[in-house]
């Protein structure tokens, strides 16, 4: 069965960073784009981040670029968030998932959730 | 990065058809057809229900369909069960990816 299993979220203050995990199993991760998608307490799924397989191309949302970082260590079978700079906005579940092909999303994980404030 | 637009609730009685209509534009939903469908519970993970405007996946029930004119993209639930009650959500590929704002479905 395909686990994503997200890992790190906590509470922090603002200004402050925060290194979200996923651990995946039972899929082929080294040829998966992966997708970090989040979700803010009572509202709709925004779009974070996006990696390549071999992790050459990284794509950000807006609202976090620069400020967040998404990396994959395809030998664990493993994709990180790094998230600088955090801003009560930033407050939400963030959810690990598998781009199958050109943003549509097959596998999803339960969520790490970060909340921002001091 | 605009939102997809999306009604925020629809609902209808058990048995009876709704669709859920997702609005872009040109440079997304009208351009590409890489539209996909997530249904949501409470406290539960989105799941994948339609892809490429009108795929499903498997184990999906053919009650769901999805179809695309222009830049808006629809999902129809037909045949309506209680267990449909839920928030759907739609995505699409672009410039970057992009979700609409959610529908909450409710069976009455």
């Known amino acids: 069965e395909v686990q994503l299993v997200e890992s790190g979220g906590g509470l922090v203050q603002p200004g402050g960073s925060l290194k979200l995990s996923c651990a995946a199993s039972?899929?082929?991760?080294?040829?998966?784009?992966m997708t970090w998608v989040r979700q803010a307490p009572g509202k709709g799924l925004q779009w974070v981040a996006t990696i390549k397989p071999d992790g050459s191309g990284k794509y950000y949302a807006d609202s976090v670029k620069g400020r967040f970082t998404v990396s994959r260590d395809n030998a664990k079978n493993s994709l990180d968030l790094q998230m600088n700079s955090l801003r009560s906005e930033d407050t939400a579940l963030y959810y690990c998932?598998?781009?199958?092909?050109?943003?549509?999303?097959?596998?999803w994980g339960q969520g790490t959730r970060v909340t921002v404030s001091s | 990065q605009s939102a997809l637009t999306q009604p925020p609730s629809a609902s209808g009685s058990p048995g009876q058809s709704i669709t859920i209509s997702c609005t872009g534009t040109s440079g997304d939903v009208g351009r590409y057809n890489y539209v996909s469908w997530y249904q949501q519970y409470p406290g539960k993970a989105p799941k994948l229900i339609i892809y490429?405007?009108?795929k499903r996946p498997s184990g999906v029930p053919d009650r769901f369909s999805g179809s695309k004119s222009g830049n808006t993209a629809s999902l129809t639930v037909s045949g309506l069960q209680a267990e449909d009650e839920g928030d759907y959500y739609c995505s699409s590929f672009g410039s970057s990816s992009v979700f609409g704002g959610g529908t909450k479905l409710t069976v009455l």
């Open positions: 998932s598998r781009d199958q092909a050109y943003s549509s999303f097959d596998y």
């Open positions: 490429e405007v009108n």
């Open positions: 039972e899929f082929t991760f080294s040829s998966s784009w």
